[in-house]
């Protein structure tokens, strides 16, 4: 009878486990092969100089993911494009080697193309002071490296569906464009929508969340312009005429949420930057779809990682902040809080209803100085509504 009991609540339990799926995202990875600028001070200096990348310590935070990985253990792990630095394919091949790590433990891996990888001729590699051209890689060789964490091509480009549960299928919208050379911009073609109508025809009644490098939605004003794929209206209507209620993407490197028709289009941050973000997403057995995301565990990273990375990226953006405010004597205090501002934003934590900003004496010191090219972004983007950018649940239609 005891035994009969418990066997009855395993199963419960197990059914509940069983109804669900969780999917891991992760995007703009970023990943530099270390052999590709070991020791150079002149790498040092061009990420310095960069958008705050903390590519230096691409094998840590590699590491890091794979245990990360291991704790959430979910059914798939989506990687939605740029993977290497710059298009290197020695970065390719060594980060596939730890997907195929990741894949070991039990977990799939699917990855899309962003528009750092394929056909990046300014690929770079760096040795002391100088830095010379090396291999980049072909949609062929793309697609080569990565065999075991893609589907062979089923639409435009190398657009395959992710058949992560039988419940949920991610069709992987490659909308980037590298034809002659990789573009910042991505662009929804017809033929991706023929091929979407196709998956669906094939899913049946399984969920649908699609996922793409480029956003479907502009995150923000200042992200309009090259970071939302050209065509997204189409898409948006197929997300809306299907019923798929959550896009996945990357690309503007900030955690972001937007929302339009009923569609919501995830940009979770990038993983080369401070937080060092990922997602999870979780499909409830009653059909709800919930999208959190997440930060690396200090303890999944060596001793002072998070603090010495915060740090490397907040002085980025405060020498560069710096550098519009040229003769001011309270530059310090502004390009400070300028900084601190823009990692609150980029970790998706800003929240424009929190009054510390604007009761912050440097507040009061950027409105006094409205004519100053950055206040028109800080400006802008401070008054943004207030919104979660971090989670959202999208119970089922
Ligand atoms: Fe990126």
Known sequence: MRRGLIAALLLALL??????????????IHYMAPSLYADSGLFLRALRAGDGKYTQQSDALMEALCA??????????IVTGDLSFNGERASHEALAGY?????????????????HDINVTAARGFRGEEWYA???????????????FMRPAEGANLSYTAEVSDALWVPMVDAAFYEGGAQSFGVFLSAH????????????????????????????EFARDTFVMLGSDALLQFDRDHGVRLHLSGHIHAQHIAEAGGVTDAATGAFCTWPHRYALVTLSDDGALTYAARVLEGDQLPEGFLEESRAWTEAIHRDKIAAYLEGIPERDDMADYAARFNLAYFAGTYRPDDPAWREDAAYALWRSHADNPFWQYLGMVMEEPAGDNLRRVLPAG
């Open 99 to 115: 997907f195929a790590r990741i894949e070991a433990a039990g977990v799939p891996v699917w990855v899309l193309p962003g528009n």
């Open 193 to 220: 929508r023929e091929w979407l109508e196709s998956v669906t025809a094939r899913a049946g009644a399984r969920t649908l969340v699609t996922a793409s490098h480029h956003n479907l939605l502009a995150q923000t």
């Open 68 to 77: 990360a990985v291991r704790a959430e253990s979910p059914d798939a792990l």
């Open 15 to 28: 059914g509940t486990a069983l109804g669900e799926t969780r999917m891991m995202v992760v995007t703009d």
């Open 134 to 148: 090396t291999d980049p890689v072909t949609p062929a060789q793309f697609s080569a490296i990565y065999a075991d």
